[in-house]
């Protein structure tokens, strides 16, 4: 994966992209390509916050990739084979990915995300039916569904987890982008439909950057879901050549060492 920009924020975000917390933050966008035709993961850093509590609402990533593979191979790193050339391995912080010991796809290597949900089909009526995701499979036997919007991008798997969805302390959210002049409809149907809006219609400001319109809204679970307007998101989205040394360069001040020395507790590394 490649570092596709990083931002540093002196204050928390209006819409909460990094938590519930108001204090300096960073976002490093990383992912196998641009962000306009791939998949990216969006990783928040709070500056003063020492752990998040995992719960069971995020269940992992999928990579086709033997290179992955590969690679965790030759670094030692632990996998383990859950089903024939699938191997289950884990990022600093308790993170899930499944690598998939496969060419890697030549249009994203990121084949699919599984979040957990308590009532298969209450979860696939919502993203089907109001957000208009494709079904690609569905199997109540294993109560799992494979959702979609197109058939080269990354996929949604739900995935039931037999009880209640527990998003411990670990913030996050799925986010698509669409033409801005559809978030207030998306915002409309939802208020008719009496379902959870989280941030009403508002504009976020990047630095420098672009400004963006969000709509952020919740699913039965409490899934975080941001709808961005693309048209400005592309301006604000394209890969920065500097994003890796403006990443190394927060690192480096950011001191961690000494801040989890000084409160007595231990760094997640790999």
């Keep these: 994966l490649q570092v596709l920009r990083h931002e540093e924020f002196e204050e928390g975000c209006k819409a909460t992209c990094n938590g519930p917390y108001d204090g300096k933050w960073s976002k490093t966008m990383v992912g196998y390509g641009p962000e ?5 993961a969006e990783l928040t850093y709070n500056y003063g916050i ?25 670094m030692g790193w632990p996998l383990k084979e859950v089903t024939s050339g699938v191997f289950e391995t884990e990022a600093p912080g308790g993170y899930k990915f499944y690598l998939e010991d496969k060419e890697q796809l030549k249009q994203d290597p990121v084949w699919k995300v599984t979040l957990g949900v308590s009532d ?10 109001l957000l208009g995701m494709k079904i690609y499979e569905k199997d109540e036997e294993k109560q799992r569904a494979l959702l979609g919007y197109a058939d080269n991008q990354c996929k949604l798997e739900l995935k039931a987890v037999g009880g209640a969805v527990d ?16 978030l207030p409809n998306i915002e409309a149907l939802m208020k008719k439909e009496n379902q959870k809006i989280l941030t009403p219609l508002v504009s976020l400001d990047t630095p420098g950057k672009a400004t963006v319109q969000v709509v952020i809204l919740a699913d ?41 020395a000084e409160h007595n507790m231990k760094k997640v590394s790999a």
């Design 50 to 74: 020492g752990e998040y509590r995992l719960g069971n609402d995020f269940l992992g990533i999928t990579l086709v990739s033997s290179q992955a593979v590969s690679n965790a191979k030759k």
């Design 36 to 40: 306009d035709n791939h998949f990216v």
């Design 220 to 260: 039965p679970d409490g899934h975080e879901i941001c709808f961005v307007g693309d048209e400005a998101f592309r301006e604000l989205s394209k890969v920065d050549p500097n994003g890796d040394k403006l990443l190394d360069d927060a690192m480096a001040a950011d001191n961690s060492d000494k801040w989890f």
């Design 167 to 182: 998003h411990g302390t670990a913030f996050g959210r799925i986010a698509f982008s669409c033409a801005r002049e559809e």
């Design 120 to 129: 298969l089909q209450k979860s696939v009526s919502y993203w089907s039916g």
